[in-house]
């Protein structure tokens, strides 16, 4: 029986010892409820999503506060707690936020600086970490589920940012068992490390815009995850930019805009466009290209980065918008993702000062050269009847996540090629955390493909069906993850260890 034919009805248990399973049913059997184990029901489902206020100025991401005083040192402080925010205009929402702020205040250092970060968590009786997501950082630094920070404690990470390490990354935490949850609610913050001397002109600007999404019940509360949302990863009702549904930006005629895109939600695939302005491609999850990249359109799969640069040429209304994607979906209610406007740009009919030109060349970028090792990562969704129903595990090469399992044994400095097959019935985006990686190749339906434009990553999209080799090199020993970027499947088994050895 196909998997498309079960519908969820129950949960087994958040994490159950080395397996994370969700609890199926077949659709149409007796006293079937989506909504017991949630603490979400579908009739909640199923009212119409709470109207936000659109068309607000864009905010610019609060800076955290440098409090180092000298060159070459960012200190800070990050407290994870718990605050209120206004979507709407009459009620309160509870939220987790950094420093009172959701999304996060935005980190800016530089390559070379050395960064010092202490994080309070004061998340009332669960545990937290702070993941620097795609960044150069120590395995002992990396904020893993492995090493949690108590509810009431401190902890301070320190770091250094090598030359080379420009680019936007992230953070958000990663404790085992409560990263969905705590993302879905408020936490997360874009980190961007800038370059000495950077090839894109100032006079572009330099404007993240932050993806995350929100369900909001009648009350203003964001209901838990159903089952639904565990099956196939949560998706709000509106999708935000830095905090504000479809918030706008004036610009005059021929302005140009360098613009960072983080897709930071749990679950939503974003494929986006801009009507009326002109799209070049400049970098990547580990910062530029080697050279620009026209694109008509773009797909930010869960946790992917992406940096643009916009020419608004003509006079009017430029949208960015989202177009159709078909990323797999298991049971009711697959969000109508298209034709959503994310950003609505007001281009006067006043011509902008001359903008300096684009140059050709961004940097170079090495080809990792050929692998010692090659390892086969294999994504597999699996279902088993049991005496309450039906079982589904997310794995990866036929196991859940454990904790005090090691999957893979690496060597720094070696360059491995991994290839990552999707066997399951949905895109998994892949992550791997402690390094950057080279896509050299897709293949679907027995077509081969080499990507676009070489480029940096930490994370990439894995449709269904489809395997992605890539080149590898972990530089640092220690403990390092690798997971589906859809925050419910990392949480319910598809996540594995590396130990990266000497």
């Not at 059997?29 to 009212?47: F, K, R, S």
């Not at 109207?51 to 200190?75: I, M, S, V, Y």
């Amino acid at each position: 029986m196909h998997r498309r034919g079960f519908l969820v009805a129950g949960l087994a248990a958040a994490l159950s010892g080395s397996r994370a399973l969700a609890q199926m049913k077949m659709d149409g059997m007796p006293d079937m409820d989506m909504g017991d184990h949630a603490g979400h029901d579908m009739g909640a489902m199923a009212q119409a999503p709470a109207a936000l206020p659109e068309g607000e100025t864009l905010r610019q991401l609060p800076l955290l506060a440098n409090e180092a005083g000298r060159p070459g040192l960012f200190k800070a402080r990050l407290t994870a707690e718990a605050a209120k925010a206004r979507f709407v205009e009459d009620r309160d929402t509870p939220i987790l936020a950094y420093n009172g702020t959701s999304p996060g205040p935005l980190i800016e250092a530089y390559e070379g600086d050395r960064v010092e970060i202490t994080f309070a968590n004061r998340i009332a009786g669960e545990q937290s970490t702070i993941h620097w997501h795609g960044m150069p950082v120590p395995a002992d630094q990396d904020g893993n589920p492995m090493d949690p920070v108590a509810a009431g404690a401190d902890r301070v990470y320190a770091f250094e940012l090598p030359e080379g390490s420009a680019g936007s990354y992230w953070y958000h935490p990663h404790p085992h068992g409560r990263t969905a949850e705590q993302v879905y609610r408020g936490l997360a913050g874009a980190f961007v490390v800038k370059a000495k001397a950077d090839p894109v002109p100032a006079a572009y600007g330099d404007t993240v815009l932050m993806f995350t999404d929100l369900r909001l019940a009648a009350d203003g509360t964001m209901p838990d995850n159903t089952m639904i949302d565990m099956m196939n990863g949560r998706v709000g009702d509106h999708v935000l930019v830095n905090g504000q549904k479809n918030p706008k930006l004036a610009l005059a005629a021929g302005a140009k805009r360098r613009l960072r895109l983080y897709n930071a939600t749990n679950a939503r695939f974003l494929r986006l466009a801009f009507a009326n302005a002109t799209m070049t491609v400049i970098g990547s999850d580990g910062g530029l290209l080697e050279a620009p990249v026209a694109a008509d359109e773009i797909l930010l799969s869960p946790a992917e980065r992406i940096e643009l640069v916009v020419a608004f040429d003509q006079p009017g209304t430029a949208t960015l918008t989202t177009l159709d994607y078909d990323r797999g979906w298991m049971g009711p209610g697959r969000p109508a993702d298209a034709g959503l406007t994310l950003l609505t740009v007001d281009v006067s009919d006043t011509p902008a000062e001359a903008m300096p030109p684009l140059p050709e060349r961004l940097r170079p970028i090495a080809p990792l050269g050929g692998p010692t090792v090659n390892r086969r990562l294999v994504f597999t969704e699996t279902m088993a009847m049991n005496p309450t129903g039906m079982e589904m595990g997310f794995l990866i090469n036929g196991k859940a996540f454990d904790m005090g399992r090691v999957d893979i044994v690496a060597r720094a400095g070696e360059t491995e090629l991994w290839e990552i097959v999707n066997q399951a019935d949905m895109d998994h985006p892949f992550h791997l955390h402690g390094t950057q990686f080279q896509v050299v190749e897709r293949e679907r339906g027995g077509h081969v493909a080499k990507p676009p434009y070489l480029a940096w990553k930490d994370t990439v999209n894995v449709a269904r069906g489809e395997t992605v080799r890539l080149l590898t090199r972990q530089e640092r020993p220690g403990a390092r993850m690798y997971h589906c970027h859809i925050l419910e499947h990392e949480q319910l088994g598809m996540m594995g260890l590396v130990d990266v050895r000497a």
